[in-house]
């Protein structure tokens, strides 16, 4: 089955600097990689996801960029805010597997 | 439309005891997803459903869950005894089937907190 692995565990950053988040997956015929920020006794939400068809996409201050030929995918953020502060999952899916594979997640700490 | 609708939010059951998770996914979804979410073991895929068809479930843990789904509106995660170690936030997603097959618009519900003690 699928394999998710995300880097790194914990990010603590300066308020206005670039974060990334960086995933790799294991099985090639993985078609879909959303990306969810969940905060504190929160659900999971999805905040922006690509398809395999698609090497980057951006959302205001949001991107996600896919290189499928290294299997791996990141999450950038510019300019982050203080509200930026959550744990980042990502994830992956497709290749016969509807159901998603998840990351262990990185806690995003943005320092005043 | 209100999202993916679970029940209760909180539930604190004794050691043995029969506990019944509740979903209500988003209306004309045709996936359901059982999620289990750990500090251990992050958020692991339990069971999913398609058209109310049981289609992979692989990741549950054992003989003691059981999940179904009578109808496109409603499903159940049932664990019969319970037993400490089950205690976890479970969240219930659903999704819509995407053209060219794999599907999209994965939304969580809020969760269940359970805690067996």
């Known amino acids: 089955g699928e394999n998710v692995e995300q880097h790194p565990s914990t990010l603590s950053v300066q308020e206005g600097d670039s974060a990334v988040i960086k995933c790799t997956y294991s099985d090639s015929a993985s078609n879909y990689f959303p990306w969810y920020k969940q905060e504190l006794g929160k659900r999971p939400q999805l905040i922006i996801d690509i398809r395999s068809n698609v090497g980057e996409k951006k959302d205001q201050r949001i991107a996600v960029t896919l290189n499928k030929t290294a299997k791996h995918f990141s999450l950038h953020i510019t300019e982050t805010q203080p509200e930026d502060s959550a744990v980042y999952f990502c994830?992956?899916?497709?290749?016969?597997?509807?159901?998603?594979?998840f990351g262990k997640g990185t806690h995003l700490i943005i320092q005043p | 439309d209100a999202g993916v609708i679970q029940s209760p939010r909180h539930e604190v059951t004794e050691m043995g005891q029969e506990v019944t998770l509740r979903c209500k996914p988003i209306s004309g979804h045709d996936y359901l997803f059982w999620y289990r979410q750990t500090m251990m073991r992050g958020l692991e895929l339990l069971i999913y459903?398609?058209?109310?068809?049981?289609?992979?479930d692989s990741g549950m843990p054992e003989d003691r869950f059981s999940a179904k789904m009578p109808n496109a509106s409603f499903s159940t995660l049932k664990i019969q005894p319970s037993e400490p170690r089950d205690s976890a936030v479970y969240f219930c997603?659903?999704?819509?089937?995407?053209?060219?097959?794999?599907?999209?618009?994965?939304?969580f519900g809020s969760g269940t907190r359970l805690t067996v003690v």
């Open positions: 459903f398609n058209n109310n068809v049981p289609i992979d």
């Open positions: 994830a992956a899916s497709g290749g016969g597997a509807d159901g998603l594979t």
């Open positions: 997603a659903s999704s819509l089937s995407g053209p060219g097959g794999g599907n999209y618009g994965y939304t």
